[in-house]
């Protein structure tokens, strides 16, 4: 039980173009799900918190018009990188949670690289 | 505000030993401790948390953490590491609080030598 899945799970994509990024929750309702970013070797940078049919909270330092999250229902949230640049490139890794306090549950991550 | 460290960017162990990856935290209130293990290339696995109750508490795969709260430390530990234990371990810790934002240690690396 409890898992996440992430689509796709590596995308390549030109300079200016936008990509979008799923994560779904399989088995439980997800109530709040979680954006990170994971630089080479580093630790998980939190981006934001989704929750359902509300805006996500963004973390300080984080565009949120370049990074749009929308959490469109219990089991599916998404993250939409516009006008993407190299510098976006990283691992990105979403989680859900099924209720405060519990455990997060992580999908397996998308790798983007911005040509 | 919260924060936890893992002074240990990697530590070394032979197989069959014991391992320990430590872990000290700072949070305000009661805190939530979690351990997470990551592949190359994927995204975390939850190993074990502590939330409230006995100290020492058992996870997955065989790994335990105790919680010191006078030393606010959550270190990882196993009494035989295998090889495949090898990977990315993070420490993890949220406020119980308000709000519900997990903070991350920069993670420590564990190689177990055959």
């Known amino acids: 039980g409890a898992v996440v899945s992430q689509h796709p799970s590596r995308v390549i994509c030109k300079s200016g173009t936008s990509v979008k990024i799923e994560c779904r929750s399989l088995d439980f309702q997800a109530t709040t799900m979680f954006w ?22 963004y973390e300080q330092g984080v ?18 990188v516009t006008s993407a640049h ?19 549950f992580f999908g397996p991550g998308t790798r983007l690289t911005v040509l | 505000a919260q924060s936890v460290a893992q002074p240990e960017d990697q530590v070394n162990v032979a ?29 975390l696995q939850f190993l074990l948390k502590y939330i409230t109750g006995d100290n020492l508490v058992k996870g997955s795969y065989g790994f335990e953490a105790e919680f010191n709260k006078s030393q606010t430390s959550f270190h990882l530990k196993k009494p035989s590491a295998l090889v495949s234990d090898s990977a990315l371990y ?10 519900f ?3 991350f240690g920069a993670g420590t690396r564990l190689f177990v030598k055959a």
């Not at chain 1, 970013?37 to 580093?42: D, E, S, V």
């Not at chain 1, 990074?67 to 939409?80: K, Q, Y």
């Open chain 1, 36 to 57: 990170y970013r994971q630089f080479p070797k580093q630790s998980l940078m939190l981006m934001a918190t989704s929750n359902e049919g509300s805006k996500a909270t």
């Open chain 1, 63 to 80: 565009e949120k018009d370049k990074f749009l999250i929308n959490h469109a229902s219990l089991t599916l949230s998404t993250l939409t």
């Open chain 1, 86 to 104: 190299p510098e976006d490139s990283s691992f990105y890794i979403c989680s859900a949670s099924p209720a405060r306090g519990d455990e997060q």
């Open chain 2, 15 to 43: 197989e069959g030993n014991p391992l320990t990856v430590k872990c000290t935290y700072s949070v305000s209130g009661n805190p939530y401790l979690f351990w997470y293990v990551q592949y190359p290339n994927r995204g």
């Open chain 2, 90 to 99: 993070f420490c993890a810790v949220r406020a119980n609080t308000g709000g």
């Open chain 2, 101 to 103: 934002k997990t903070i």
